[in-house]
């Protein structure tokens, strides 16, 4: 049996923790007696879609993952510069490596863009979280997702809701496998990692030039951590506006506020002149982007979560974390409430964010895992793919 080449596809920060594990069950599988018959050679690609150190370079270090073979340099711009480039660049890559399968990750621009052009080429493609909908057409990752599902010929999906979405929209079945998720391997896998860390050593190397750590103010009595950078939160002045107001006015009368700025939401917080206002309060801790492991231990510590992240809503359901999720919708269903999880969608308006951030002030949540979010949804993946064919 000749090897399976596999060729997979990494843009922005969320896609890194996606694929360290499939990477490291790779190198499991090359190194056990399974494979004699059959080598699995891997090619890694990264757009280039986020280049700063601490939003791409830092996840590599330390999740071990190996330099990518070819760096795109795509770069910031509008969507349709980054996937018209991303397309453009890949075209050349798929034609030159030829692979067995592309495997691309979550729902960020890189996974539109190569897997229209890998199928255009006439490759297989391989999409892992498959099968995740908001049924929201405003965010442009729904259209990342919805584009890709269509064009994969192996979906893996992280949860059954995602599986039932796939199917109601007439994607054959024979196509869908339930894997689990594969987020929840690099969080199991840095659980121990993180919970080593110092908080407060956290706090002090990623402060952002101008903010002041209050070393009179204790993080004992519980701290509330925010992280937000969707278009419909940051991109219009009303509406962070209202959302910096609620923190600075409600949430640091009574927590410490620890606030990872993602660089987007730094741009707009700047344009719209609402970043001094933040620095002047004592109990907002504004920091740089930081490592999967600082912020895991930062999730870890909180009282609760406020952010419109995916990623987050997960980890938060399972170390039983209240999250409010700024958003009206989410596409990972499995971790609100109502399904035994600890999210609750409170969207970017004052009365519903007020109402929820007190209920869950003052209630303990539990820890909630959805079926195969056991930290081997990897090799289960690579499983799958080499059955194929
Ligand atoms: C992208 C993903 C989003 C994911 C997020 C995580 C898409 C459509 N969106 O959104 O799903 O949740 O990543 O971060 O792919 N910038 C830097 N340095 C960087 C990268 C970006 O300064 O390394 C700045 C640029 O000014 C850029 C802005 O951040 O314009 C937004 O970056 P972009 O890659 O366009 O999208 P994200 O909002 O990060």
Partial sequence: MQNCKILSIVGARPNFMKIAPFIKAIEKYNSSPQSSKRKVEHILIHTGQHYDVRMSESFFKELGIPEPAMNLEIGSGSHAEQIGSTMIAFEKVIKDQKPDWVVVLGDVNATLACSVIAKKEGYKVCHIEAGLRSYDLSMPEEINRIVTDRLSDLLLTPDLISSENLIKEGIPQGKIRFVGNIMIDTFEASLHKASTLDLWQILKSSLIEGSKLNINKSLDNGYVAITIHRPSNVDKKEILEQIVDF????????????????????????????????????????????????????????RIMMTDSGGLQEECCVLGIPCLTMRNNTERPITLTENGGSNILVGNKLEAITTAYNFVRLCECKPSRPALWDGHTAERCLEVILKQD
């Fill in 247 to 302: 923190l600075l006015q409600e949430v640091t009368k009574e927590f410490m506020l620890v606030w990872p700025v993602h660089p987007r939401t730094l741009k707009q917080l700047n344009m719209f002149r609402l970043w001094e206002k933040i620095v002047k309060n004592k109990n907002v801790v504004l920091l740089e982007p930081l490592s999967y492991h600082e912020m895991l231990r930062v999730t870890m510590g909180a």
